[in-house]
């Protein structure tokens, strides 16, 4: 018998799949057009022999650190559910020069970070890490700084600041993110691992409806 968690995840996962109209569907050479870039809600897609529904649409506009002026770059965040598992995980993606894409893994905290010494890490030190290209560790893998930006995160018209903070490991297999968020009036981090993703991995599968 199934417990609650897993009969209310059945429920989704069931109920999803009955959107799914035939009117919506991509033909297979019709499909070779179209990417993730793409995609928006209530869109089907498959990954890996996985079947993902895009739940959501965000995105982050970059800019200046103190997120008074645009850059023009942006990074779109798919919200999006595994029909397979059940799960809901991220798939993000920009243009810049080439399609990229990545997809989220694990949220983390903090308690699961160290610096390069050994020593806990909190929010009060990404500032020197970034200055000093230093390293994180998560479970004793390395993870080098690579980059910080600031961004205005817009889902719908509501817009709200965050500060991002980089790290990627060694053969550029995984990602940490640190993302700081202060449009509460308080500091609130997220920090989660990700993997890149072959853009051509992703068929799409139906469209959303109109």
């Known amino acids: 018998m199934l417990d609650a968690a897993a ?8 109920a999803t799949i009955r959107t799914l109209k035939k009117s919506c569907l991509v033909p297979p050479k019709d499909a070779l057009a179209l990417s993730i870039r793409d995609a928006g809600p209530h869109w089907f897609f498959d990954y890996m022999g996985s079947t ?6 965000a995105r982050y506009e970059e800019t200046s650190d ?24 991220n798939f993000e993606w920009e243009y810049d020069d080439a399609l990229e894409v990545a997809m989220t893994l694990d949220r983390l905290s903090f308690r699961d970070l160290t610096d390069d010494a050994g020593a806990p890490v909190d929010g009060d030190d ?10 994180i560790l998560l479970n004793n893998e390395k993870f080098w700084y ?3 930006w600031a961004a205005l995160y817009y889902r719908g018209e509501k817009a709200e600041k965050v ?10 297999t995984r990602f940490i993110t640190i993302e700081e968020w202060s449009g509460s009036g308080r500091e609130e981090y997220r920090i989660y691992t990700s993997c890149p993703v072959e853009p051509d991995q992703i068929q799409i599968i139906a469209r959303g409806e109109s």
């Not at 009969?7 to 069931?14: A, D, G, M, N, T």
């Open 7 to 14: 009969h209310k995840s059945f429920q989704e996962r069931f």
């Open 66 to 89: 103190d997120f008074k002026n645009k850059t023009g770059d942006s990074i779109y965040e798919l919200t999006c559910l595994n029909l397979d598992t059940g799960r809901t995980v």
């Open 146 to 148: 690579e980059d910080d």
């Open 52 to 57: 993902f529904f895009v739940k959501d649409l």
């Open 126 to 135: 990404l500032d020197q890490i970034a200055d000093d290209s230093d390293a």
């Open 163 to 172: 500060y991002m903070y980089e790290f990627e490991n060694e053969d550029h």
